[in-house]
C-alpha cells in the first residue's frame, strides 16, 4: 500500500474522536481538546479543517465567530486551537489546514480574521499587527502576538483607528486557562 499525499479537508462527526486526540496530543494536555469539545457543543466553529494522511487525522484547525467593542460589522471571525501531531510537525501540514482554512473565511465574506500567537509563524500567512489597527486582544495586551486580517473584498470599508477595538473570543474560551 504506497503513501498518500496528506490531504486537507472539511470535518464530519465521525471525525471528532480522532481530532480530539490530535489536539490532546499536539499541546500535550486536555485544555485545548476540552474547547474544541464545548465550541462543537455551543455549534460555534464557524470553519475547521483537518489534515488526513492515509486516512489517519494528524491535524486540525478551528475558526470561530469573535466579537468586537466597539461594534464591527461583518463576519468576524478567530483561529484556534491550531494543532498538529507530534511526529508530523514542521512538515506543512499544519500551513496547508490554515491556508485551505482562510480561504474558506474569504469564501464566507469574513472581514477580519485575529490570531494569537507566534508572530513569525502566523506573518507567513499575512497575519500582521492588529495594533497597527489600534485593535487589541481584550483579555490583556499581547502585543505583536496578536494579528489580524482584514478581507476588504465585500467593500466594509475601512476600519478607522481613532478609537481602541476590543476583541473577544466566543465565551469557550472563558475556561482555557
Ligand atoms: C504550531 C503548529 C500548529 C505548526 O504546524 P506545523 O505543521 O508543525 O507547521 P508547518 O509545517 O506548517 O510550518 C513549519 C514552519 O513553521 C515554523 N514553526 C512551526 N511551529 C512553530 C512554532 N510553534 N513557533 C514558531 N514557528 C513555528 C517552523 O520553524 C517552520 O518554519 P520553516 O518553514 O521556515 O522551516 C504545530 O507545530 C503544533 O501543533 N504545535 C503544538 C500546538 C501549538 O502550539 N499550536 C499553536 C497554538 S494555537
Request: proline share 5%.
Amino acid at each position: 500500500m504506497g503513501t498518500q499525499n496528506p490531504i486537507t479537508r472539511n470535518i464530519r462527526d465521525a471525525d471528532h474522536d480522532g481530532v480530539l486526540a490530535v489536539v490532546k496530543a499536539a499541546f500535550g494536555q486536555d485544555d485545548e481538546a476540552a474547547l474544541v469539545g464545548r465550541l462543537w457543543a455551543a455549534d460555534a466553529v464557524t470553519i475547521e479543517r483537518l489534515a488526513e494522511i492515509d486516512g489517519k487525522i494528524v491535524g486540525y484547525c478551528a475558526f470561530s465567530p469573535i466579537t468586537c467593542t466597539p461594534e464591527l460589522d461583518g463576519v468576524l471571525l478567530g483561529l484556534a486551537p491550531v494543532a498538529v501531531a507530534p511526529g508530523h510537525q514542521r512538515t506543512g501540514l499544519g500551513s496547508a489546514m490554515i491556508e485551505d482554512g482562510l480561504k474558506a473565511c474569504r469564501e464566507a465574506g469574513a472581514r477580519l480574521i485575529a490570531v494569537l500567537g507566534d508572530p513569525k509563524y502566523y506573518a507567513r500567512f499575512g497575519f500582521e499587527p492588529a495594533a497597527a489597527k489600534n485593535i487589541r486582544w481584550a483579555e490583556q495586551d499581547a502585543g505583536d502576538a496578536f494579528r489580524i486580517i482584514i478581507n476588504d473584498d465585500n467593500h466594509w470599508g475601512d476600519i478607522t483607528t481613532d478609537e481602541m477595538r476590543l476583541i473577544h473570543y466566543h465565551p469557550a474560551f472563558d475556561a482555557l486557562s
